[in-house]
C-alpha cells in the first residue's frame, strides 16, 4: 500500500469518526446559540462571583484537605461518581476558583438542556426562565460545599442530558440516558428527585401541547412516557448500585450507615399523618422565601410563586383535552410541587436544605409555562417579578457567602486563643519530642456565636467548626492542623471517659482554666456537655464510672436534661453544693 493510500484511509477513518461523534453538529449549535450560552454563564457567574474569586473553607473541607488525592470514602457514602469526579476532574477540591467554577459552568449548561426538554420551540421563556434555575439559593446550601459542589454541577448538566437524549432525541442517542442518568445517581442520591421534577414537566408540557401539535398528548402516550421514565430510571438505579458494590467490594471499604442516618420512617397513620403537616410547613417556607431558609423574607418570591400556581392552573383546566387529561395535569402539577420534598417522607419530615435540588426545577419550569400565556401584560409582570426575584437571590448567595467567610474568621480567631491558653498548661502534657508526637484532646461543650444581618446561620451556612457535629473535637483538631497547629488528636472514648469528672468542674471558656489538662489528655471547655457529646462518649457497652452515673439519664431519652443532671450528679458526690449551683444558673 502506498503512502498516498494510506494517507487516504487514514482521513476517511477521521472523517467517519467525527460525523459518528456529530462533532461538526456539536460546533454549529454552540455558533447558533452563543448568545444565549453567554447569558447563561453570565448569570452563573454573577450569581456566585464572591465564591469564585474568593476562597473560604467550608465544612468536611477540613477532613478532604489532610490526605491528598481522590477520596474512597464517597464510595462508602453510596457516591462513586463522585469519587470517580474526583479522579478523573478534582481529586483535591479544597482550592479557590476551579472547583466553583466547574460548578457554575456545568449549572449553566445543563439550563441549555431543560428548557429544550420542557418544550422543543425557542423563546423568550427560555429567557425568564433560566434566572430562576441558575440563581435559586437552595443550591448555595451544597455549592457552599467545596468538595461536592462542583460535583453537583456535573449532576445537574449530565441528569438534564439524560433526559433530553431521552425524550428528544431518537435512534440510539436515546439508550445514552441511562449511563447518563447512572452516573448523575452515583453522584448525589437527589438527583433522583431532580430527575422527576424534569420528567413531571415534560408530562405537564406535553398535557399542555405547549410543542404546539395538531392535538395534545393522548392517555396513552402519557402512559408510554411514564413507563419509560420508570424502567430507565429503575436500570439507572440498579446500575448505580451495582457500581457501588463493585467499588466497595474492590476496594475492601468497610461498611458505611452514612445512608441510613437519612432514612427513619414508621410504617403508620399516625407517622405519616405527622410527617406531611412538617412537609407542608418546610415546603410552604421554601415556596414563599420565609426567613426560615433564606436570611430575609423574599416578598417577590411569595407572589411569583403564587402568581405561577394560579396560571398555571388555570392553563390546565383551559387546556382543549378531556376531563381525564385535566385531571391528570392536575395531579402531575400536585407531583411537582410536592417533588422535592419526598425524601422527607423518609426521615420523619427532616432532610438537610442541600438535597432540595428540584427547587430550583420547579420554580423555572412554572413561570416557563406561565409564559405560553399569551397576553402581554402577564408576561411583562411576571418578567418582572423573575427580574426582582433573581436580584433578591442573587443578593442571599452573597450574604450567605459571607456569613460562611465571617464564621471561618470567628473559628480562626477562637484557635488562637485556645493555643495561646494551652501553652499555659503545658508542663502538664508529656513534651513534644519527635515532629509526630501529639497530645489527645478533648472538647467539652460547643461554641454558637449571635446571629445577626452579617453572621447569618442556616444549616451549614455560617456553621462553626466549634460546634457543627454535635460539639465534634475532630473537626476542630483538623481546622487547627490546617492552620499549622499539628501537634493534636482526638482522645479515644477511654481517655475521654477517664476526664469528664475534672472536665465536669472546670470553668467554661472564656474564664481562666478553660483549657486544660489532666493525666495527659487536654481538655477544652468551651461549655456544658451536649446530648450529643455525651452519646458519642457513654453511648457504648464499655463504660467507666462517671458514663454510669449519666446511663440513666441517657437510656430514658432525656436528652435536653442529660448535661445538666451529670453536671449535678458528679457535683453532689464530690459533696461541692456551691458547684451545683454555679451550674444551675449557667
Request: charged share 15%; with cysteine; net charge neutral.
Amino acid at each position: 500500500m502506498s503512502a498516498g493510500e494510506k494517507n487516504n484511509n487514514i482521513d476517511s477513518i477521521d472523517q467517519q469518526l467525527w460525523n459518528a461523534l456529530k462533532l461538526e453538529q456539536i460546533g454549529s449549535h454552540i455558533q447558533q446559540y452563543k448568545e444565549w450560552l453567554i447569558y447563561l454563564l453570565l448569570l452563573a457567574c454573577i450569581s456566585h462571583a464572591y465564591d469564585l474569586f474568593n476562597f473560604t473553607l467550608s465544612i468536611d473541607d477540613e477532613f478532604h484537605a489532610q490526605t491528598a488525592g481522590a477520596k474512597l470514602a464517597w464510595a462508602e457514602q453510596s457516591r462513586w461518581g463522585m469519587y470517580l469526579a474526583n479522579f478523573l476532574v478534582l481529586p483535591d477540591t479544597t482550592m479557590p476558583f476551579v472547583p466553583m467554577l466547574v460548578a457554575v459552568v456545568m449549572t449553566a449548561l445543563s439550563v441549555h438542556f431543560v428548557v429544550r426538554l420542557f418544550s422543543a420551540e425557542r423563546g423568550g421563556a427560555d429567557y425568564v426562565a433560566a434566572p430562576l434555575l441558575i440563581t435559586c439559593p437552595t443550591l448555595y446550601y451544597v455549592f457552599s460545599f467545596e468538595t461536592l459542589g462542583y460535583g453537583i454541577g456535573v449532576g445537574f448538566f449530565l441528569g438534564a442530558l439524560g433526559v433530553y437524549c431521552l425524550y428528544r432525541q431518537s435512534g440510539w442517542v436515546r439508550l445514552l440516558s441511562l449511563p447518563l442518568l447512572t452516573f448523575t445517581f452515583g453522584i448525589y442520591q437527589a438527583f433522583s428527585l431532580y430527575i422527576a421534577a424534569l420528567f413531571l414537566f415534560f408530562v405537564l408540557g406535553q398535557i399542555l401541547n405547549i410543542d404546539k401539535k395538531e392535538k395534545g398528548a393522548s392517555f396513552a402516550e402519557i402512559f408510554k412516557y411514564s413507563i419509560e421514565f420508570l424502567v430507565i430510571v429503575v436500570l439507572a438505579l440498579a446500575a448505580s448500585h451495582g457500581m457501588n458494590k463493585l467499588f466497595v467490594y474492590v476496594n475492601d471499604l468497610p461498611h458505611s450507615n452514612y445512608i441510613g442516618g437519612f432514612v427513619n420512617y414508621e410504617l403508620s397513620f399516625a407517622y405519616l399523618q405527622e410527617t406531611w403537616d412538617k412537609v407542608y410547613w418546610v415546603a410552604r417556607d421554601y415556596y414563599m422565601g420565609t426567613e426560615r431558609f433564606y436570611p430575609v423574607q423574599i416578598v417577590e418570591m411569595k407572589w411569583l410563586f403564587i402568581g405561577s400556581l394560579v396560571l398555571l392552573i388555570y392553563l390546565i383546566l383551559s387546556a382543549k383535552h378531556s376531563l381525564l387529561m385535566r385531571g391528570i395535569g392536575l395531579l402531575t402539577l400536585a407531583l411537582l410541587l410536592l417533588c422535592p420534598y419526598l425524601m422527607h417522607f423518609m426521615n420523619s419530615g427532616h432532610m438537610p436544605s442541600r438535597s432540595l435540588l428540584a427547587i430550583p426545577v420547579v420554580l423555572a419550569g412554572m413561570v416557563f409555562y406561565c409564559f405560553q400565556i399569551n397576553l402581554r401584560m402577564v408576561k411583562f409582570v411576571l418578567s418582572a417579578l423573575v427580574v426582582v426575584t433573581s436580584f433578591r437571590f442573587i443578593a442571599v448567595n452573597h450574604q450567605f457567602s459571607y456569613a460562611d467567610h465571617m464564621a471561618r474568621e470567628i473559628d480562626r480567631e477562637l484557635a488562637v486563643q485556645i493555643m495561646a491558653h494551652t501553652s499555659l498548661v503545658a508542663d502538664k502534657l508529656k513534651p513534644i519530642v519527635y515532629p509526630r508526637d501529639n497530645w489527645p484532646v478533648v472538647m467539652v461543650g460547643h461554641k454558637s456565636f449571635a446571629e445577626n444581618p452579617v453572621n447569618i446561620q442556616r444549616n451549614t451556612i455560617g456553621a462553626s467548626y466549634f460546634s457543627w457535629g454535635g460539639g465534634d473535637v475532630r473537626r476542630v483538631i483538623a481546622l487547627m492542623r490546617l492552620m499549622g497547629y499539628s501537634h493534636f488528636r482526638a482522645a479515644t472514648l477511654e481517655q475521654h471517659q477517664q476526664v469528664m469528672d475534672h472536665a465536669v468542674k472546670m470553668p467554661n471558656w472564656p474564664e481562666l482554666g478553660a483549657v486544660d489538662a489532666h493525666e495527659g489528655i487536654l481538655i477544652i471547655k468551651l461549655g456544658d456537655y451536649i446530648a450529643p457529646q455525651i452519646n458519642r462518649v457513654c453511648g457504648g457497652k464499655d463504660i467507666n464510672e462517671s458514663c454510669t452515673k449519666f446511663y440513666t439519664c441517657k437510656r430514658e431519652n432525656l436528652r435536653r436534661y442529660c448535661a445538666h443532671e451529670l453536671i449535678e450528679r458528679l457535683a453532689l458526690e464530690n459533696n461541692d453544693t456551691s458547684e451545683v449551683k454555679n451550674q444551675s444558673a449557667k
